[in-house]
């Protein structure tokens, strides 16, 4: 059995073609950057600096992220420090990471005061399953308000994943947006 490749160390002896792992995250730009750029993390934004964790994503046609615009970057091989498709590094915090009794807290204040959903062990069981779906009426406040405001349904996602210790995907939490059913 040969090696594994590795990248960023030039091929030694015969070529040869395999296929590589390789662990990304999006991203905001800091500033202006151009594809395949070496970035640090700052403040959970990526820019120029000492230390860098990877690339701006190389395959970017034309210029690359523009301050504000989100991004691949592609941490360098052999940095993470566990490799799935789910994988961690140093700097990026977990989405499970946080206090458990806290979310689990503004969880049951959530199902409490947006009750359409039942009962909060119901609500964490169709969260899960990917089955949230709002039946009210524009005229309740509270709901309109819900449905309008992405902040409140990411910090949602956010407390379910620490308190659940799962992590989901973009896919599944898209497909269970706040809804309206009548």
């Not at 070496?38 to 690359?64: K, Q, R, S, Y």
């Not at 504000?68 to 961690?88: A, D």
């Not at 005229?139 to 994943?161: I, K, M, P, T, Y």
């Amino acid at each position: 059995m040969t090696d594994p490749p590795k990248l960023g160390h030039l091929v030694e002896g015969w070529p040869a073609r395999d296929a590589v792992h390789v662990a990304i995250v999006s991203v905001k730009a800091a500033v202006s950057l151009a594809p395949g750029q070496p970035v640090t993390i700052t403040n959970g934004e990526a820019g120029p600096g000492p230390n860098p964790v990877g690339v701006v994503d190389p395959f970017l046609a034309g210029a690359g992220p523009r301050q504000g615009e989100r991004f691949w970057l592609l941490l360098y091989p052999g940095t993470v420090t566990s490799l799935r498709h789910e994988w961690s590094h140093p700097a990026f915090p977990l989405a499970t990471d946080g206090d458990r009794a806290a979310s689990e807290k503004w969880l049951r204040e959530f199902a409490a005061t947006y009750h359409e959903w039942g009962t909060f062990e119901q609500l964490i069981e169709m969260a899960i399953a990917g089955d949230i779906h709002l039946h009210g009426s524009d005229s309740d406040d509270g709901v309109q308000e819900l449905r309008e405001s992405s902040s409140s349904a990411a910090e949602f996602w956010q407390h379910l994943s620490v308190f659940t210790g799962r992590v989901f995907s973009a896919a599944h939490v898209e497909n269970t947006v706040v809804s309206c059913g009548c």
